[in-house]
């Protein structure tokens, strides 16, 4: 018997031709992703897409089963996708792998529409909210997901019936998932954990020598990429030479060149490494100019700020001088050469200040001295990092500040340091597990168009009820994603003018239902302005010249704030919107050839604008001081909640003072109260 009858027979053949049919996205191929491929896989989803920008690391190996040794430095989606073929081999599944950014241009409304189900298995909240918005835009189905250690979470996000991603305000995480961790680091956070559970391990944990060996054999003999294997088995051996020598007076050193230099330079050298959108090239530190202080660390990581008139600066201000001095907690300098530090600053040396690249150098080589020994004289104790042992953290505050020197990431003071490599969490592939499991029970359910029956589910650490549901909550009505009008443009960027967006899609396309008032707008993207009523200089340059590109939305506002925002998704253009008007594109009305088309596809009828949720307004001459009475709970309907008191009485001026008084009844109902003003 064939296995999909199987699963014909559990889902009824309706939605298992549905499960056949509908195309879905997996965001995401590391803990989560990996189970949930599978999932999809064995289920017998037939037309998947699966992306990931990241690249298979050693660490991901305990838990993301889809890797193994000799897929190191692969791409986490091409190789989960080849590897989750075989799980069904012979159903006719198609999986469409991509290694690149969800957020890259090409990945815009239209791309998000070709969806029946937008499936989360990322680990950072950025992501996350691109993805939310993107489906919200287009209406597509998401189930969210995420995991901490032994708790996890697998959210259904319906437009128009369940909140969405962003209907709560989320506080940015303390604590990081390993997962986050990536080959590239782009934040802190990845030089720290990079130096706490990489680098450490490697040169003072367990050596695994013999397990290694026998696995990258045995990969070797069935099959495998012999010279990848090969460069493995070497990148080994040097880390297992710089480890013996670690004792001697140069072993440091051997570390520091192995690491931040040869390693470097061997990363530099893969070109393709580098093609991908947002990765930055490192620079190689130098041994000896970190010590003369004449090494120049690359310049930091910073933003672009933007400017109201549409065009982009970098302020480029220097992070740190020639010599790498950085300034210390509190934003002062340090003491120069020749002057004592005062009490504050020496007070605040340990902890508060930011090193520079040579004392995190010297830290460095100490505390390497000092573990070094300790694994000398105690060679039967593996040591482990501790937040409070002062080498260990020692060795991770000078590693990570030292990688993040050559990546161009900004440096962290010992308590920064201790704070967050304290408060990383395990990935745990039984959470994992659970967490795929719930998020296919739910895309079935989504499938069945069962959505009453749509839950939130949890893994909790509760040992009597693990397992946790709520009903999904429905949207906020002042959530700013959700309940914003989104609206499809294509358009050829480099033809379109501002001017031409403005006056007439936004007036009078968008407007030209409301023309009676007189609404005045304001035109943003990404938080910069690019023109309102009183700001029109960049009404004659192309969107491009602005560097507006596939995939940005451009918002609209109106300046009284009566609806509410607009976004205008930035789409790749129809092929031959040049010569045809079939599209519903407007004819210019300006131009000398009435047969000329517009740059722009709109859709065939404008959104309805929006109104802003009512705030509560009470219009007072004086002020008021509120007088709370209690009601009991009436057995019939209250018809009249209290009547007016007689003059000249009415307003109950208190004595010896000028403020009036309202009465609020407060008819008890149970456990909520409901107030009614008299």
């Not at 670690?246 to 990363?267: A, C, N, S, T």
């Not at 300098?333 to 530090?341: I, N």
């Not at 597990?433 to 069945?448: E, K, N, P």
């Given at each position: 018997m064939p296995r999909a009858s199987h699963t014909k027979s559990l889902l009824g053949p309706e939605v298992y031709a549905k499960v056949r049919d509908t195309r879905v996205l997996v965001v995401g191929a590391g803990g989560i992703g990996c189970e949930l491929l599978k999932n999809l896989v064995l289920v017998?989803?037939?037309?998947?897409?699966?992306?990931?920008?990241?690249?298979?690391?050693?660490?991901?190996?305990?838990?993301?089963?889809?890797?193994?040794?000799?897929?190191?430095?692969?791409?986490?989606?091409?190789?989960?996708a080849a590897t989750a073929r075989h799980f069904n081999p012979s159903s006719g599944i198609h999986i469409h792998a991509r290694h690149g950014n969800v957020k890259e241009r090409e990945n815009d409304l239209e791309w998000i529409k070709g969806f029946g189900l937008v499936m989360n298995a990322l680990d950072n909240m950025d992501a996350r909210r691109h993805v939310n918005r993107l489906c919200q835009a287009a209406g597509v189905p998401l189930i969210e997901s995420g995991t901490a250690g032994y708790l996890g979470q697998a959210t259904p996000i319906i437009k128009d019936r369940t909140e969405c991603y962003d209907c709560v305000p989320k506080e940015a995480p303390k604590s990081f998932p390993v997962c986050t961790i990536r080959a590239t680091p782009s934040e802190p956070i990845h030089c720290i954990v990079w130096a706490k559970s990489y680098l450490f391990g490697k040169l003072f944990g367990e050596d695994d020598e013999a397990v290694d060996e026998e696995e990258l054999d045995k990969a070797k003999a069935e099959g495998e990429n012999a010279e990848e294997i090969d460069n493995l088995k070497k990148?080994?051996?040097?880390?297992?030479?710089?480890?013996?020598?670690?004792?001697?007076?140069?072993?440091?050193?051997?570390?520091?060149?192995?690491?931040?230099?040869?390693?470097?330079?061997?990363?530099?050298?893969?070109?393709?490494?580098?093609?991908?959108?947002g990765r930055v090239k490192p620079k190689a530190l130098d041994y000896d100019a970190v010590v003369s202080e004449t090494f120049v660390p690359p310049p930091l990581r910073t933003p672009?700020?933007?400017?109201?008139?549409?065009?982009?600066?970098?302020?480029?201000?220097?992070?740190?001088?020639?010599?790498?001095?950085?300034?210390?907690?509190?934003?002062?300098?340090?003491?120069?050469?020749?002057?004592?530090?005062?009490?504050?600053?020496?007070a605040h040396l340990k902890d508060q200040r930011e090193l520079s690249v040579k004392e995190n150098l010297e830290l460095f080589v100490d505390s390497c001295r000092r573990l070094s020994a300790r694994a000398i004289a105690h060679p039967n104790v593996l040591l482990s990092f501790d937040k409070d042992d002062d080498d260990t953290l020692d060795f991770v505050l000078a590693t990570a500040n030292l990688r993040a020197t050559a990546y161009g990431i900004a440096n962290k003071t010992r308590f920064q340091v201790k704070e967050m490599a304290g408060n990383i969490i395990p990935a745990i592939a039984t959470?994992?597990?659970?967490?795929?499991?719930?998020?296919?029970?739910?895309?079935?359910?989504?499938?069945?168009?069962?959505?009453?029956?749509?839950?939130t589910t949890f893994v909790r650490s509760i040992a009597s009820n693990p397992l946790g549901m709520a009903v999904p909550s429905p949207p906020n009505p002042a959530c700013p994603v959700c309940r914003d009008v989104y609206v499809p443009f294509k358009v050829d960027t480099t033809r379109c003018t501002l001017g031409e967006l403005v006056q007439e899609v936004v007036k009078g396309w968008l407007g030209g239902a409301h023309a009676d008032e007189d609404l005045e707008w304001t035109v943003l993207e990404g938080g910069r302005i690019l023109a309102d009523p009183d700001f029109d200089d960049n009404h004659d340059k192309t969107l491009e010249e602005l560097k507006i590109e596939r995939g940005n939305m451009i918002t609209v506002i109106d300046e009284d704030q009566v609806y509410r925002p607009v976004h205008f998704c930035i789409c790749e253009p129809e092929p031959n919107h040049r010569t045809e008007a079939s599209w519903n594109m407007l004819l210019l009305t300006t131009c000398s050839d009435p047969q000329a088309v517009k740059p722009f596809t709109l859709p065939a009828h404008p959104p309805a604008l929006v109104p802003r949720p009512a705030k509560a307004s009470v219009v007072e001459t004086e002020p008021d001081e509120v007088e709370i009475v209690e009601i009991p709970k009436p057995s019939a309907p209250i018809t009249t909640a209290g009547t007016k008191r007689p003059a000249p009485d009415d307003g109950d001026v208190s004595v010896g003072s000028d403020i009036k008084r309202k009465r609020i009844a407060v008819v008890m109902q149970d456990e909520d109260d409901d107030f009614e003003i008299l």
């Open positions: 017998g989803f037939a037309n998947i897409e699966i992306i990931d920008l990241d690249t298979i690391d050693l660490s991901n190996l305990n838990r993301q089963f889809l890797f193994r040794k000799p897929d190191i430095s692969k791409p986490k989606a091409l190789v989960a990148e080994a051996a040097a880390f297992r030479e710089v480890r013996r020598a670690l004792g001697e007076e140069d072993g440091p050193r051997r570390v520091f060149e192995k690491v931040f230099h040869q390693d470097i330079e061997r990363l530099l050298a893969m070109d393709d490494m580098w093609k991908v959108p672009a700020a933007a400017q109201p008139n549409g065009s982009a600066s970098a302020s480029t201000s220097a992070s740190a001088s020639a010599n790498g001095t950085a300034a210390n907690g509190n934003g002062a300098a340090p003491p120069t050469k020749g002057t004592k530090a005062t009490a504050p600053t020496r959470t994992n597990a659970i967490i795929a499991g719930m998020i296919v029970m739910q895309a079935i359910t989504i499938l069945s168009s069962k959505l009453d029956k749509l839950r």
